[in-house]
């Protein structure tokens, strides 16, 4: 079993940047993919950004150009840099691991994001 803690999620202004992490109670260095998705109020969650333990990534065209993820493996943890923030952002996000055949979620952490 993998445990993931989400921190970073606040309130801010249009335009503005954010960086959430995720923590992770075990060694990611096996974990291959980890994801962010968010989930909007009355919306089903969405897929946002996704690495590999290689470093490569993926994005969703809505934050594509605007957000960046990474994975420190050392310190088992992984991160989304948000920056250009609009209000279509606001939503709680989720870090997500597939391991040891399956799926894994923290509880997420609120970004809100408006003047």
């Known amino acids: 079993q993998v445990q993931l803690v989400e921190s970073g999620g606040d309130l801010v202004q249009p335009g503005g940047s954010l960086r959430l992490s995720c923590a992770a109670s075990?060694?990611?260095?096996?974990?291959?993919?980890m994801d962010w998705y968010r989930q909007a109020p009355g919306k089903q969650r969405e897929f946002v950004a996704r690495i590999s333990n290689g470093g490569v990534t993926a994005y969703s065209d809505s934050v594509k150009g605007r957000f960046t993820i990474s994975r420190d493996n050392a310190k088992n943890a992984m991160y989304l840099q948000m920056d250009s923030l609009k209000p279509e952002d606001t939503a709680v996000y989720y870090c997500n691991a597939f391991y040891d055949g399956a799926p894994y979620w923290g509880p997420g952490t609120q970004v809100t994001v408006s003047s």
């Open positions: 075990r060694s990611i260095i096996s974990i291959i993919f």
